[in-house]
């Protein structure tokens, strides 16, 4: 027995202790390890790409199945008549859109009709919810964030639909007045009368929406909020202040870009009686350095031409005017538009456009436009270039027989291209009026006024038995001139005689309509002191 365990134990410690070489072969080496961890990587890059798609796609499969049992098993619940409103999913919706712009104090209307509507709806009929106790529910409108989405658009919870409610300013009035709260009737509510008091510009997005959320409680049943698209809310007194594209030459000069009403520029303007676009435009083309002058220093030369370049783009009729200074006996003269800009020369009777002016000849016309403006009486209006065509050719034929009308009464005064008789302002017959050149040189006759002597004045209306007799009004005195000169309408030219007869004629009328003024201006006084 000894013997046997005496051979046992020397077994179990040759088997436990064993030679140096068993161990050696037993533990791996540092390069069979290495081997093995990269034959483990190589099948991990391998199988990665194959398993991980194959992986997502079977996930993915489970739960969109899983999802569509859950969703087929609420609709069937929803359809069930017994306790409908823990069944049904409902939301509040905004029927139509704003309609853009928002301007504060103004109403907020919708795009379709002017009110905007919210309804109830079923999640996923989306049917409007005409019956239950939800279809009477009370519903508040809101001012959201113009960036507040959800988690995915759509998504959100209670607390992050009141999370992103927008209050008013400190100090300032409630963000939306008017009648906020409104009654559903069958499932629908019609908006009242709302609007901003504020604008969107100090939020951090900018913009606002309109949020919808019942206010009445319904257990079990979760009605979600409902929003519209997001909008910008503009002061209203910014639209009054609004530049125009393009400005109108009546429009008031703090309407062009870089000028600010009641600003440094519109004030600086304003102290030289450059009150209009008008105004601007014109001292722009009579005197462009004075006009930079007067703006200063703080107008930059950026914000000069932005300025500039928006007065020029207003939009202009096609009235010309013709101005011929005395030294050139009426065949030398600048034709400008209403703002001074020049538009070609008269040279010789004959209009030259500005595109073939040169430089020299377009100065030249500036210092006529600016005499012009000095002299405005003498200026005379053309409807448009075709009618200053037809005039100038005119003017050719009859310069050959004729000189300027110019005369000089006993006083010194000028005989102009026109003269005022008793408050009606008459154009001289000459050959630099446009409202009768047509008349005056349409026939090819070469007769002066001496063939129309003056016994034909009865056709005035002076009626000569022993006193001479005024004509009742003064629409008859005008009637009465204005027919005199159509009867002379076949004249060529008017000679040093005729003008003469016409100074005269037209100072016994203006000697007539002086002395009937002061008989009226008696007879006046006798009614008032005899009262």
């Known amino acids: 027995m000894s013997q046997k365990r005496h051979q046992e134990d020397g077994k179990g410690r040759s088997e436990g202790t064993g030679s140096p070489e068993d161990k050696r072969r037993r533990l791996p080496t540092f390069h069979n390890a290495v081997l093995e961890m990269m034959k483990l990587n190589t099948v991990q890059h391998l199988l990665e790409p194959i398993l991980e798609p194959l992986i997502r796609k079977v996930v993915k499969e489970e739960v969109e199945l899983a999802l569509r049992k859950h969703l087929t098993n609420m609709k069937q619940n929803c359809g069930k008549e017994t306790h409908p409103s823990e069944s049904r999913i409902l939301k509040l919706q905004f029927l139509n859109n704003l309609s853009l712009p928002v301007f504060t104090g103004a109403r907020i209307e919708g795009e379709e009709c002017s009110t905007i509507q919210v309804a109830l709806v079923d999640c996923f009929t989306g049917h409007v919810v005409k019956s239950g106790p939800e279809s009477s529910a009370k519903v508040e409108i809101v001012v959201l964030e113009g960036d507040f989405d959800g988690d995915e658009g759509d998504n959100w919870t209670l607390e992050e639909f009141k999370n992103n409610i927008v209050r008013e300013r400190e100090g300032k009035k409630p963000l939306l007045t008017g009648d906020a709260v409104l009654n559903f009737k069958d499932g629908v509510g019609l908006v009242g009368e709302i609007s901003f008091t504020d604008n969107s510009s100090w939020t951090r997005s900018r913009r606002f929406r309109l949020g919808a959320r019942v206010l009445d409680k319904f257990d079990g049943t979760r009605i979600k909020e409902a929003k519209t698209e997001s909008f910008i809310v503009r002061d209203h007194r910014g639209e009054l202040y609004k530049k125009h594209h393009p400005p109108s030459l009546l429009d008031e000069v703090w309407r062009l870009e870089k000028i600010g009403k009641d600003g440094a520029f519109h004030k600086r303007l304003s102290r030289e009686n450059i ?16 006009l930079r002058n007067i703006l200063g220093t703080g107008m930059s030369a950026k914000m000069w031409e932005v300025t500039v370049e928006h007065a020029q783009t207003c939009i202009l009729d096609k009235r010309m005017y013709l101005y ?42 500036q210092k006529l436009v600016i005499s012009a403006f000095e002299h405005w009486e003498e200026v005379i209006p053309f409807d448009d270039e075709a009618s200053l065509r037809g005039a100038s050719s005119n003017f050719t034929s009859a310069l050959h027989t004729s000189t300027s009308p110019r005369a000089d009464d006993p006083d010194g005064s000028k005989f102009l ?20 050149i047509s008349s005056i040189y349409s026939v090819g006759s070469t007769s002066g006024l001496d063939d129309y002597p003056l016994h034909n004045i009865d056709g005035l209306g002076l009626r000569y038995d022993q006193t001479l007799s005024f004509p009742e009004s003064q629409a008859d005195l005008q009637s009465a001139v204005d027919g005199f000169l159509l009867t002379r309408s076949t004249a060529v030219a008017i000679s040093d005689k005729a003008q003469r007869r016409w100074t005269k004629l037209f100072s016994v009328l203006k000697w007539f309509s002086i002395r009937r003024s002061v008989a009226l201006k008696r007879s006046r006084v006798r009614e008032i002191q005899r009262y």
């Open 275 to 290: 009150n209009t676009v008008k105004d601007f435009l014109t001292l722009l083309f009579i005197d462009s350095s004075r």
């Open 324 to 365: 011929c200074p005395p030294s050139s006996q009426q065949r030398t003269g600048v034709v400008f538009n209403i703002v001074g800009q020049v538009m070609g020369l008269l040279l010789e009777c004959e209009f030259i456009p500005i595109s073939k002016l040169s430089e020299a000849q377009k100065a030249d016309g």
């Open 417 to 436: 291209a026109s003269q005022k008789v008793g408050g009606f302002d008459y154009p001289h017959p000459s050959v630099s009026s446009p409202d009768i």
